[in-house]
């Protein structure tokens, strides 16, 4: 392989010199890169253009159970298998169709479950259940909850063809192996199998990519994944009756209560020290958040 980028490197005589078109380009040169004159049309350099073609393929399955509100509280639960194609994307700017591959916001498993829970307590209620106005209004009508949602991460982006630029950034060269690792064995020093993308070259791993050579990896593993959506909210509010149509309610909500990280992507520049690693030091969701509302409901 490097015997064939000396080759194609290799200026030869240029057939475009002197040619009117070409003056005041690279093109004008005596001479030029065996490797532009094997391109499809060599008297132009590169062509930048853009292609609306492409498909996707969504298939699921969603199931619900839902338990109205009834004797103080309600649940409900849902929860969804999906699997996520899409051939949107060229590998690189020469190929004739998208490449299918696994898309970019596909997440194979989501669990959510939300329930609320009304105290006994208060006007027409198991306890307390003829109350003054005072009473009523300072312990009937509390109610907690909490929504919990667990989901798959989305599939980690080796590189991306870049129109503009008519280049494959991020571009890295694949061995072959299986490129992820175990759950357990994940963590921010090492999120992927970085082995699965040793040089064939020299064997030296974190090694730039052979220069023209034609990307043949895709830019998405199915099991390679950014850390996985885990999120819990708690509410409780409480509303004051103030006549048959107008109450005030009063919310107290913690936002991710737990305060779980969501992690940044690691990074996947194959020269990059870091290369494997979750390297920065924010986290893509926010931290725990804390609110209070009032609100005049008539």
Excluded: C
């Excluded at 073609?53 to 199931?63: L, P």
């Excluded at 992690?263 to 020269?271: D, E, G, H, K, L």
Aim: glycine share 8%; charged share 15%; aromatic share 14%.
């Amino acid at each position: 392989m490097n015997d064939n980028s000396t080759f194609l490197n290799t200026t030869v005589t240029n057939p475009f010199a002197g040619l009117p078109e070409v003056v005041g380009t690279t093109l004008a040169n005596a001479t030029i890169a065996r490797s532009q004159l094997l391109r499809p049309f060599p008297g132009f350099l590169d062509i930048l253009g853009s292609n609306n073609d492409g498909k996707s393929w969504y298939h699921s399955g969603q199931f619900s159970l839902q338990k109205r509100f009834s004797k103080g509280y309600t649940i409900q639960t849902s929860y969804t298998w999906s699997k996520w194609l899409q051939a949107t994307e060229y590998l690189n700017g020469g190929d004739a169709k998208p490449t299918r591959m696994i898309a970019d916001q596909d997440a194979p498993h989501r669990l959510a479950f939300s329930g609320m829970y009304e105290f006994p307590l208060g006007k027409g209620k198991q306890f307390l259940s003829k109350p003054n106005w005072l009473t009523n209004a300072v312990v009937g009508g509390w109610q907690v909850g909490a929504t919990v949602q667990l989901q798959s991460g989305f599939p980690i982006a080796f590189g991306q063809y870049n129109i503009t630029t008519a280049v494959t950034s991020g571009d890295i060269f694949y061995k072959g192996g299986d490129p992820s690792i175990p759950s357990s064995q994940r963590n921010t020093s090492k999120w992927f199998n970085t082995s699965a993308f040793i040089s064939v070259l020299n064997d030296t791993s974190t090694n730039a990519s052979p220069v023209n050579h034609l990307r043949t990896l895709p830019f998405r593993f199915a099991n390679v994944r950014r850390d996985y959506i885990k999120n819990v909210d708690f509410t409780m509010k409480k509303d004051i009756m103030l006549r048959e149509t107008m109450k005030i309610q009063l919310r107290f909500e913690l936002l991710n209560a737990f305060n779980e990280p969501y992690f940044p992507a690691p990074v996947t520049s194959q020269t990059s020290t870091s290369f494997g690693q979750i390297s920065a030091s924010n986290q893509d969701n926010y931290a725990r958040r804390a609110q209070v509302g009032l609100k005049f409901i008539f």
